[in-house]
T-cell receptor, first 113, second 120 residues
């Protein structure tokens, strides 16, 4: 069975500092990993995905994520946080041949000016 | 590209009313659409998976007679909450998967902006 864990409900970071939002997963077979961002009263926006290939994935708005198979992690990172990055971030995992995704519980990122 | 429009964005209605929510893929064809429910400060709960031209697949615990899903075309899926009650109040989000020739590649889901349903 698939599962996703986002251990931090809330992450606070100062503007200009690097940010990390953590995600670990459990899946049988090869994982497909996604990060989405949600702004208030909006749906989810796709940031980036890992399917195969380079472990470091670059996505939208300067975000990147590193796939670590041994640690079963897919942490989201950004070198320099912006106030506008403040939002709710979801990690999700899927499996080969399956279209549905399993979402983590979300991490609320607050970037402090 | 890959825009999903969800309508209405906000609904307030009396208990017992049926409410229809539309999910449209505006610039692509979607083989599969998903319907989620999101409670405050919680993650998305998958309610059902909808494939064009076939019956929706509901997740365990979701009443198919309560939440009617129709996926009549490759660009439109609808969710009807029948005889809605206050406990049905929630944020409902749809997403769509683009048709792709390589079914083995997992494509990202493209989400609508959600519908906030409030039942009085």
């Amino acid at each position: 069975a698939q599962s996703v864990a986002q251990p931090e409900d809330q992450v606070n970071v100062a503007e200009g500092n690097p940010l990390t939002v953590k995600c670990t997963y459990s899946v049988s077979g090869n994982p497909y990993l996604f990060w989405y961002v949600q702004y208030p009263n909006r749906g989810l926006q796709f940031l980036l995905k890992y399917i195969t290939g380079d472990n470091l994935v670059k996505g939208s708005y300067g975000f990147e994520a590193e796939f670590n198979k041994s640690q079963t992690s897919f942490h989201l990172k950004k070198p320099s946080a912006l106030v506008s990055d403040s939002a709710l971030y979801f990690c999700a995992v899927g499996q080969t041949g399956a279209n549905n995704l399993f979402f983590g519980t979300g991490t609320r990122l607050t970037v402090i000016p | 590209g890959a825009v999903v429009s969800q309508h209405p964005s906000w609904v307030i209605c009396k208990s017992g009313t049926s409410v229809k929510i539309e999910c449209r893929s505006l610039d692509f064809q979607a083989t599969t659409m998903f319907w989620y429910r999101q409670f405050p400060k919680q993650s998305l709960m998958l309610m059902a998976t909808s494939n064009e031209g076939s019956k929706a697949t509901y997740e365990q615990g979701v009443e198919k007679d309560k939440f009617l899903i129709n996926h009549a075309s490759l660009t439109l899926s609808t969710l009807t909450v029948t005889s809605a009650h206050p406990e049905d109040s929630s944020f409902y989000i749809c997403s769509a998967l683009m048709m792709t020739g390589d079914s083995r590649r997992n494509q990202p889901q493209h989400f609508g902006d959600g519908t906030r349903l409030s039942i009085l």
